[in-house]
């Protein structure tokens, strides 16, 4: 089965700019997450959907960030306007159904913010 | 709230030596428990998991038994191969709605 798509794998930008990432999950599973990993650090939670709906997007900086998951498929995560402190692995991750079932990453995408 | 606390890295051994990873978690209620490994250039892969207590999970020659009387999730593997250096993470769901990562213990294994 295909695995967790993501795109780009690597962004460069400058503080101020905007940018988005695509996000399309494991065929058939509910659950989607996106992480932010910080180097040295592991993954944290930005926002978890289930099918369409927001399940808990309580550390998501929603002065910047914004995430939709149109039609319970494929997800965007965009950051307007970014931050240095933004650089980051963006991961996207699907399961079945909860967080205690496992989880499938993405390869993430690499954020440098100039 | 819950965390997920785990030893710092990196840890460097030589091939066939034994590996102890510690993990532990503060929770509220009964989270599952998992280890997820990142090879270089890789994403995050789930390696093992437990969902009650006293549970092993095992995998690939790695294990880890469930303790809720010290809270603890530690990994271990008899004799690691060089293959197995990696980064690897503790986790923990929050009953079933979120998962919390501890930072990760990068693996060194030499030939």
């Known amino acids: 089965e295909a695995g967790v798509a993501q795109s780009p794998r690597y962004k460069i930008i400058e503080k101020r700019q905007s940018v988005a990432f695509w996000c399309n999950p494991i065929s058939g599973h509910a659950t989607l997450y996106w992480y932010q990993q910080i180097l040295g650090q592991g993954p944290k939670l930005l926002i978890q959907f289930q099918n369409n709906g927001v399940v808990d997007d309580s550390q998501l900086p929603k002065d910047r960030f914004s995430a939709e998951r149109l039609k319970g498929v494929d997800s965007t995560l965009k950051i307007q306007p970014a931050k240095l402190e933004d650089s980051a692995v963006y991961l996207c991750?699907?399961?079945?159904?909860?967080?205690?079932?496992?989880?499938?990453f993405g390869p993430g995408t690499r954020l440098t913010v100039t | 709230g819950n965390s997920v606390t785990q030893m710092e890295g990196p840890v460097t051994l030589s091939e066939e030596a034994f590996l102890t990873i510690n993990c532990t978690y503060t929770?509220?209620?009964?989270?599952?428990l998992f280890w997820y490994v990142q090879y270089p250039g890789e994403g995050l892969q789930l390696l093992l998991k437990a969902t009650k207590a006293d549970d092993k999970g095992s995998n690939k020659g790695f294990e880890a038994t469930y303790r809720k009387e010290t809270t603890s999730f530690h990994l271990e593997k008899g004799s690691v191969q060089v293959s197995d250096s990696a980064v690897y993470f503790c986790a923990s769901d929050t009953g079933g709605f979120k998962t919390i990562f501890g930072a990760g213990t990068r693996l060194f294994v030499k030939a």
């Open positions: 929770a509220t209620g009964y989270p599952s």
């Open positions: 991750a699907s399961s079945l159904e909860s967080a205690s079932y496992e989880q499938y």
